[in-house]
């Protein structure tokens, strides 16, 4: 007896029906799916095909652009385009937000087409970050930034392990996983364990001393009650804490002992990285701050590439940072 799983694309439609929307989220979803597969196609056979190193160009963060960086902006944009329905897109490839269907696009997109580049040249674990808002239907649409508390939807791919996770507005974070046929299937609603013992601390222990006092201090007194575990990709560390509960964090750099090295206003990108995590979180029952202990969703974008710092994961653990963060 063949065991047949509910695929993807069937969640999405009942879900559709049962809220009432309408069919062009699924067209916008069914872009984004072909765009990750088609990215983790060229990550697989990227070694082979010598498409793990660097392209020769620096972007806007002033980074060395990935050849993958490149492929995969390239893939992502020809899908976006091809759905119709999308207005414009920011992605941390591209310093100008990119303008697509302006006039009849329903959606603005903002994502970052590999996340995890330090992990490229090695084939390891990285990811596909989108965050998804809707044009406002009621009255005149001004393009504003969306803060994350706008978004209706959030997600990742974690390549190449063809895992895929979904959030949607007030309706829960899905994972999917893929069949023999390729197809993404088989819905599991994500809720953070409330099981301490489970819990990860994720963050990068090389930095641990450039953080703020009060942040040290935190991590020095709790870090013995929880596993350690960092892969250097938010994507893959991000994917661990939904299974397993605890925090992923990425404070403010403020003590480096070269003073240029310094990021106060953290590393990670509010729109396509920081406040999509921080939405699956929030819809998997967790929550997130920035380095004031403001909610990560409340934040308000000022510009495209606006960067944060992140403290994200099982509610009582980030409440806890957070507390610190306030005084
Ligand atoms: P990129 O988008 O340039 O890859 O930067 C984001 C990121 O790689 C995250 O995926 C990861 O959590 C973090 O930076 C790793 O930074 P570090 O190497 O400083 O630990």
Redesign the pocket.
């Known amino acids: 007896m063949i065991r047949f799983e509910q695929t993807f694309m069937n969640f999405l439609l009942d879900h559709q029906e049962k809220h009432n929307r309408t069919y062009h989220f699924l067209i916008l979803m069914d872009a984004l799916i072909s765009a990750a597969k088609h990215i983790e196609h060229y990550y697989l056979t990227g070694a082979l095909k010598g498409n793990l190193g660097l392209a020769g160009n620096v972007n806007v ?1 002033g ?1 060395d652009v990935l050849r993958m960086d490149q492929i995969a902006q390239e893939i992502t944009v020809h899908y976006l385009r091809a759905s119709g329905r999308v207005i414009h897109a920011i992605s ?1 490839e591209s310093e100008k937000i990119i303008p697509i269907n302006t006039e009849d696009g329903r959606y603005f997109v903002y994502f ?1 087409p ?7 040249p090695h084939g390891l674990p ?2 596909f970050l989108f965050g998804i808002a809707k044009r406002n239907l009621e009255g005149s649409e001004d393009g504003h930034l969306r803060a994350g508390k706008d978004y209706i939807a959030a997600g990742m791919f974690v390549i190449p392990t063809g895992t895929f996770t979904l959030a949607l507005k007030d309706a829960g974070t899905w994972r999917f996983h893929t069949d023999e046929t390729m197809d993404f299937v088989k819905p599991t609603r994500m809720i953070l364990s409330e099981d301490a013992q489970e819990w990860e601390l994720s ?2 222990p ?2 641990r001393h450039t953080y703020a006092e009060n942040v040290q201090n935190w991590i020095e007194q709790n870090e013995r009650k929880y596993v350690f575990r ?8 991000f994917h661990r804490i939904l299974s397993n509960g605890g925090m ?1 964090m ?1 404070p403010a750099i403020v003590n480096d002992p070269n003073p240029e090295k310094n990021r106060p206003h953290g ?3 509010l729109m396509y ?1 920081a406040a999509v995590v921080a939405f699956m979180c929030q819809e998997a029952g967790g929550t997130a701050v920035d380095e004031t202990g403001t909610p990560t969703l409340d934040l308000q974008p000022k510009e495209p590439h606006q960067r944060t710092a992140l403290y994200v994961g099982s509610k009582p653990l980030v409440d806890d940072i957070a507390r610190v963060l306030l005084r």
């Open positions: 963060q980074e941390e970052d590999l996340d995890g580049s330090s992990n490229v990285v990811g963050f990068n090389a930095h960092y892969l250097g990709s938010l994507a893959g560390d992923f990425y590393k990670l990108r990285e």
